[in-house]
């Protein structure tokens, strides 16, 4: 299965890594909001052996709306920062996630762990929002 590359736009990046609004101004009490902790579901359906070795605790990993989706209109894409679709939120977890991403909330995944489990790559993360 071929690496999906979904282009990540630098300025949502630096909202993540920062303290600034979507205008540049800074935002010095800015706070994440933990809503939920889970693994990244469908990581079994890609092939992640070359991407894994770039993924460390603690990267930034933006998450993407996907309401077109075949199987699942809530979906919710999880991205590396170089745009590499690692897997999605899980369906049991993502209605009140769609819903705050629909209404406009910044919502981003940080990497809690990873490890192979024979062939399929378990990756834990935190679904954060920031409050701005």
């Not at 809690?112 to 409050?131: A, C, F, G, H, Y």
Request: glycine share 8%; proline share 7%; aromatic share 6%.
């Amino acid at each position: 299965m071929a690496q999906d590359l979904v282009p990540i736009d630098p300025g949502v990046l630096a909202l993540l890594r920062g303290s600034f609004d979507r205008d540049g101004a800074l935002r010095p009490f800015v706070r994440e909001i933990l809503l939920i902790e889970c693994h990244i579901a469908g990581t079994s359906y890609r092939e992640l052996g070359g991407v894994e070795p770039a993924l460390t605790p603690g990267d930034l990993l933006p998450l993407r709306r996907e309401p077109q989706n075949p199987h699942d209109e809530r979906a919710i894409q999880i991205l590396d920062e170089a745009g590499h679709l690692l897997g999605y939120v899980p369906r049991a977890k993502n209605e009140a996630l769609a819903n705050l991403m629909d209404a406009g909330k910044l919502l981003f995944g940080k990497l809690v762990s990873k490890r192979w489990v024979e062939t399929w790559l378990k990756v834990e993360v935190r679904v954060l929002m920031r409050d701005v």
